[in-house]
Nanobody, 123 residues
Framework: QVQLVESGGGLVQAGESLRLSCAAS????????MGWLRQAPGKEREFVAA????????IYADSVKGRFTISRDNAKNTVYLQMNSLKHEDTAVYYC????????????????WGQGTQVTVSS
């Protein structure tokens, strides 16, 4: 089992940057594919980015491609989401999640979830 705790959210202006962190407990962090998903008010939870167990492969939603970067440090049991050029439409609660599957980025594909961190981008 993996427990996930996100941090780094906050209120920023459009065009600014934030870095989210997700600390995982347990000794099996490197055996999970990690992802970031988000949920805006009144909308369904959506995929943002994911990274393979080794950290060598990443995938992004079209809406964040070129602006967001996901990375992980398996020695620190931590996954990050660097968010640049933030837009008002990026406002959401951001969740860190762990998946035991090799692929699949729907919310249902993830086994463990953090509590979420709020990101608010003022326009």
């Amino acid at each position: 089992q993996v427990q996930l705790v996100e941090s780094g959210g906050g209120l920023v202006q459009a065009g600014e940057s934030l870095r989210l962190s997700c600390a995982a407990s347990g000794r099996t962090f490197s055996s999970y594919r990690m992802g970031w998903l988000r949920q805006a008010p009144g909308k369904e939870r959506e995929f943002v980015a994911a990274i393979r167990r080794s950290g060598l492969g990443t995938i992004y939603a079209d809406s964040v491609k070129g602006r967001f970067t996901i990375s992980r440090d398996n020695a620190k049991n931590t996954v990050y989401l660097q968010m640049n050029s933030l837009k008002h439409e990026d406002t959401a609660v951001y969740y860190c999640a762990a998946s035991s599957l090799y692929s699949g980025n729907l919310p249902a594909n993830y086994n463990y979830w953090g509590q979420g961190t709020q990101v608010t981008v003022s326009s």
